[in-house]
């Protein structure tokens, strides 16, 4: 099996379901990483996202996050961007879908939510580098995902596991 055939389109990678009911409403979000020492890197904070599960913390510790008048909690798009927009930030960062569960803040072009789950990564096959490439098969391995190289079969996948 090539190292392409490994990472995109896995059908072995999917994420990790909790036991609880706690995202079977999920809405689906789609945010950027900074993939490139094999994690899944906040591209804002630098914070390394963890395999499921991930929780957000506030640092007052005066609520939990997302606060009303804070910057806490892990934001989203409600769209993923335009192509030519994913083109241009290939090299360095990384784009996917997250599912958001729990109290929501929502803004213009998104939202700010307290507990997310990693569904899947998206990265055009015919503009990632072989260097990225084995970045990637790294977090789908580490990390129990997929990666796309088709928008339309990532978009229907996310789908599967949150809703708009």
Request: charged share 25%.
């Amino acid at each position: 099996m090539s190292l392409l055939d490994k990472i995109w389109n896995n059908p072995d990678s999917t994420p990790e379901k909790k036991e609880d009911d706690s995202f079977k409403y999920a809405a689906l979000g789609f945010r950027c990483w900074f993939t490139g020492d094999g994690t899944l890197q906040a591209a804002v904070s630098g914070t390394i996202w963890r395999t499921g599960l991930n929780l957000a913390y506030c640092n007052s510790n005066q609520h939990q996050p997302p606060g009303e008048n804070c910057n806490c909690g892990f934001n989203s798009f409600y769209t993923l961007p335009k192509e030519d927009l994913i083109r241009r930030t290939n090299e360095d960062y990384t784009w996917g879908a997250i599912a958001m569960s729990g109290e929501s803040r929502l803004h213009g072009k998104g939202a700010r939510t307290g507990q997310v789950v990693t569904i899947a990564l998206y990265s055009p096959k015919e503009i990632t580098s072989p260097e990225k490439l084995k970045d990637l098969l790294k977090i789908s391995e580490d990390y129990k995902i997929q990666v796309f190289d088709d928008r339309e079969d990532f978009l229907e996948f996310a789908q599967k596991y949150a809703t708009y």
